[in-house]
């Protein structure tokens, strides 16, 4: 299996307040992913990068910015985080040859009050 | 527009019950379709991809099967441990690369 950190894996926050998620993975994977995971609407993709630098946009963006510095880590900020991003959220990753399996974290649980 | 849907949303089940979960899906062109297991507080887990119409995956307990509008996960003589959310996702030519679109999943609880 592939090794993927998320962190934190529980935040509580406040409305308005920055708040950035981590994720790690050393598996050298070329693609990383972040989804968020609510009742009723299973995973939805949030942003993905395909690359060092290279980011794009998924279907709930709003509100959301990534960053991807080095291969093996893949960042979620929210800039301004409010009770509609209150939410489970999972980092994924896939490699190159096999770019349709995707690989999850364990999940950052995120409560914004 | 590519959707999946699941049902049932919900399965509780007695040990050795065996029984069968739906995946519908509507996509411009499949290019894959997946079946992950998830547990509570975990990430999902990859169980199956399928590609095309007529195809099967088997592992352990599980058997996943593809028709051209949906899938269906059976379940033979299921144990407690088989207890998961099982989710299916679809990635499609009209999509973006590597873009899969989740179902809500099925929510299975096996009783001993």
């Known amino acids: 299996d592939a090794g993927i950190t998320q962190s934190p894996r529980h935040k509580v926050t406040e409305t308005g307040t920055p708040v950035t998620l981590r994720c790690h993975q050393t598996?050298?994977?070329?693609?990383m992913y972040w989804y968020r995971q609510d009742p009723g609407h299973g995973l939805r993709l949030i942003h993905y990068s395909y690359g060092v630098k290279d980011t794009d946009k998924g279907e709930v963006s709003d509100g959301y910015s990534v960053s991807r510095s080095k291969t093996e880590d893949f960042l979620l900020t929210l800039e301004s985080a409010t009770s509609s991003q209150t939410s489970v959220y999972f980092c994924a990753t896939s490699g190159v040859t096999t770019n349709e399996k995707l690989f999850f974290g364990s999940g950052t649980q995120l409560s914004v009050l | 527009e590519d959707q999946v849907t699941q049902s049932p949303e919900a399965l509780r089940l007695q040990e050795g019950e065996s029984s069968s979960l739906n995946c519908s899906y509507t996509?411009?062109?499949?290019?894959?379709l997946f079946w992950y297991r998830q547990d509570p507080g975990k990430g999902p887990e990859f169980l199956f991809t399928l590609y095309s119409a007529g195809e099967e995956k088997e592992k352990e307990r599980l058997k996943a099967t593809l028709t051209k509008k949906e899938s269906f996960l059976h379940i033979t003589a299921p144990k407690p441990e088989d207890s998961a959310t099982y989710l299916c996702a679809v990635g499609s030519y009209g999509g973006a690369t590597n873009k899969l679109i989740f179902g809500t999943g099925t929510l299975l609880a096996v009783q001993p």
């Open positions: 598996e050298n994977h070329r693609y």
């Open positions: 996509v411009s062109g499949l290019r894959g």
